[in-house]
RNA sequence: GGGCGGGUGGUGAAAUGGCAAACACGCAAGGUUUAGGACCUUGUGCCGCAAGGCUUGAGGGUUCAAGUCCCUCCCCGCCCACCA
């Protein structure tokens, strides 16, 4: 072991003496971005999933300062949200307390691992100074529209009483506490993030973000090109239109659906015979759960609306309407017409209701024979029973059907307006004043931020309404206009409000005028390299790029998209590969691990437990080995490395850990890095004397990934700069090539012999060397060679 | 049901179509210590005394050569989920 704890602080303390982190505005250095998602400051202290994500960004922005850029690589606090509030409401603490302690520990815990962060860019959320910026770009979002106040149905959940947008809600479960979510009609403020869809899609084309990233951000917009046709209500003047994305299988449609919460559906409650059926049926659903709805599987309910008829309007036939509970009210038209012949879930319904599948799409040409139905069809192929349009493809059929039926063009999408209000204390304000007289006024600019009131009590009201809407020194205000009385809007910003732009703010977190100053704004975005959390990948990402976006076409930043590439680290997970979790007490604290290891051990291990984008379990007994492997090198250090010696063997070796540790980083294959530094360390071990200058560029490879001791030895060597600021070592290609080497020998694909032989010997000169050899010989026997495979500089095959 | 990852030793895992298991953990034996989660050496996929044979979830195929490419299937993880 090695004085690990006494070196880590003495060179955390240099490091900051020397402000070798400090990104230079404006400096003509190329400028590099690294970004890693700033922690939410809970009040477990930093996790080792933090430890992974930090320093593997870490290991780049230590790399590209080596490689002459201008880094800036910054960190700050994600402190607004619920577990702080709940800590508030427990304990009657203030949330700017609690914020303040846990902010301070993962501060001392992010210094204590080492990590290059420019501290005097940290941001806040939680920092009037900050969040008046974030209601500022409220206020814009207002001013083009793009904000708005709605009276819709929300998920609430009833254990945190908040509003959960659909993103928050996992299998009908409010994301943070578990509870099951229930429908509740409110006043919500919406962000119409759906205007972005398109650019959302499209401009995925322009980054390099990883594949899954970009999949799962296609499928969560979720977009899908289809028509929308109305079908006519027999003896009503109401229409009732629904989307499809297969018009081409209108002429199967044989019954149609309307989802419980339709609005025509009470509107028709006097046509409807049997509407206490109906309404019971209703009543029924809307008291399910979603999780029922799930546990139901893949039964489908629903109800005839007797009385009614629809007629399809591409063969003029009658068909009945139902209602039924998977036809979901906040998709497309909230009403399908049923083709249960092409499609699985009106297959299902229609079987059970026996209701008729009339076949329209073959999949054989026109002139062979359909097969029989078993199930739903779903794929392309030739309608059939479609009048005028049989034997037409169903790809080409779609527009000409939509046509023929006077139905237009639509597109849909999953993705759906950003549900932005949220009933607690610790948010930010929403900046929004409700006056008698002038109905909806925006606080003025130049009065924000609108700060916090200070509260007694922080806990939400089950009618719904936020804490703030009793604090009524603050809720009573003049209006900004007519200056008679008004209200302010007491809901908040939920917690991806502050996370939306933050990346922009460490350009110029102090500034006072403005969210960024323009020049700085251009001289360091886009960010560079993002890393972070699969889990964010539908969420936060997908939020600050729309902000991102929307500020861009004010004006504001000066590119439109904010991340030229995006990666993602795999979870640390607990012992026996389960999440780790207080409750299930196999949470690793870091700070123990550096007080038993150092920082050193647990950088290097976090790089080589796996590969960097799978989940890993942690195994404390991996720490051992690294602990060895830094162990080591100490003790090479202190003994075996001498001036005025040279080594060839070494030297090669050397140039290919370069290129090997290089490569690795850049693809973030940190884990094969990692042990490329031990297999060359072994080849030290091997040697009685290292060459001082083979040793010297080994420690600044090794630097980033554990900066302390590098730094201590590069010191010791007799250097009197920090080894930070050492350029990166390029490697030589012609000393990557060996005069040598292991030719192998096979018969038949099958290994016979490995024959050291010159590089660069041609198929005849390997051919005669493999002939020789005795072992080959005998496989050979007296069969006769048919073919002769050759790999320069690798093997040769012979097929007999 | 859909999407995205995976399946290789006792464990974490490596492997531009070209020696499967690098590197590390663990284990075993020996050494050195004996306050050690210390250190060093050697060994370590399976069968076999050996020559040799077998081995990357299962089965087929392409190829001189397949963990890697193609087809069929099974299993596991994560995310989404009645999205018309």
Known sequence: MYPFSKIEKKWQKRWDQLGSNKAQNFSKKPK????????????????????????????????????????????????????????????????????????????????????????????????????????????????????????????????????????????????????????????????????????????????????????????????????????????????????????????????????????????????????????????KTSDKSEEERIAEGKEKTGVELKGIKAINPANKKEVPVFVADYVLVSYGTGAIMAVPAHDRRDWEFAKKHKLPAVMVICPNYPDKTCPVLRE???????????????????????????????????????????????????????????????????????????????????????????????VKNWVNVKCPVCGGPAKRETDTMPNWAGSSWYFLRYTDPDNKKVLADPKKLKYWMPVDWYNGGMEHTTLHLLYSRFWNKFLYDIGVVPFSEPYKKRTSQGMVLGRGGEKMSKSKGNVVNPDSVVKTFGADTLRLYEMFMGPFDQAIPWDEKGLNGCSRFLGRVWEMAQKRVAKKITNPDLERALNKTVKKVGNDIESMSFN?????????????????????????????????????????????????????????????????????????????????????????????????????????????????????????????????
Request: with cysteine; glycine share 6%; charged share 25%.
């Open 32 to 283: 590099y971005y690294a970004l890693v998602e700033f922690p939410y400051p809970s009040g477990d202290g930093l996790h080792t999933g933090h430890v992974r994500s930090y320093t593997a960004m870490d290991v780049i922005a230590r790399k590209r300062r080596m490689e002459g850029y201008n880094v800036l690589y910054p960190i700050g606090w994600d402190a607004f949200g619920l577990p702080t509030e709940n800590y508030a409401i427990k304990t009657g603490i203030h949330p700017k307390i609690v914020t303040r302690k846990n902010t301070d520990t993962f501060r001392r815990q992010l210094r204590a691992l080492g990590f290059s962060f420019d501290w005097d860019r940290e941001v806040n959320t939680t920092d009037p100074d900050y969040y008046k910026w974030t209601q500022w770009i409220f206020l814009q979002f207002y001013k083009k529209g793009l904000a708005y106040k709605a009276r819709m149905p929300i998920n609430w959940c009833p254990s945190c009483k908040i509003g959960l947008a659909n993103e928050e809600v996992i299998a009908g479960r409010c994301e943070r506490c578990g509870t099951v979510v229930e429908q509740k009609e409110k006043e919500q403020w919406l962000l119409r993030i759906t205007k972005y869809a398109d650019r959302l899609l499209d401009d995925l084309n322009t980054v390099d973000y990883l594949d899954k990233i970009k999949t799962q951000q296609v499928n969560w917009i979720g977009r899908s090109e289809g028509a929308e046709i109305e079908f006519s209500i027999k003896g009503c003047k109401d229409k009732i239109s629904v989307f499809t994305t297969r018009p081409d299988t209108l002429f199967g449609a044989t019954y149609m659906v309307l989802a419980p919460e339709h609005k025509l559906v009470a509107a028709m409650k006097n046509e409807i015979s049997n509407w206490r059926e109906v309404k019971s049926y209703i009543t």
């Open 376 to 470: 739903a069809y779903v794929g392309d192929g030739f309608l059939v029973g479609s009048g005028k349009f049989d034997g037409t493809p169903s790809e080409k059929a779609k527009w000409e059907v939509t046509k023929f039926v006077g139905g237009r063009k639509r597109v849909q999408y999953h993705l759906r307006d950003w549900i932005f209000s949220r009933q607690h204390y610790w948010g930010e304000p929403i900046p929004i004043i409700f006056c008698a007289k002038c109905g909806e006024v925006p606080v003025p600019e130049k009065d924000l931020p609108v700060k916090l009131p200070e509260v007694k009590k922080y806990q939400p009201t089950s009618t719904g309404e936020s804490p703030l809407s009793s």
């Open 672 to 800: 094969t890095a990692v042990s490329a530094l031990m297999i060359f360390s072994n080849d030290c071990y091997r040697v009685e004397t290292i060459p001082l200058e083979v040793w010297k560029k080994f420690l600044i490879i090794l630097a980033p990934f554990a900066p302390h001791i590098t730094e201590e030895l590069w010191e010791r060597a007799g250097n009197k700069k920090s080894i930070n600021l050492e350029k990166w070592p390029v490697y030589n290609e012609k000393l990557l090539k060996e005069d040598k080497f292991e030719l192998l020998v096979q018969v038949n694909g099958r290994l016979r012999a490995v024959i050291l032989a010159k590089t660069g010997i041609n198929e005849d000169g390997a051919k005669d060397l493999a002939l020789r050899n005795e072992n080959v010989k005998t496989q050979l026997g007296t069969r006769r060679v048919k073919k002769v495979v050759f790999v320069p500089n690798r093997l040769i095959n012979f097929v007999v």
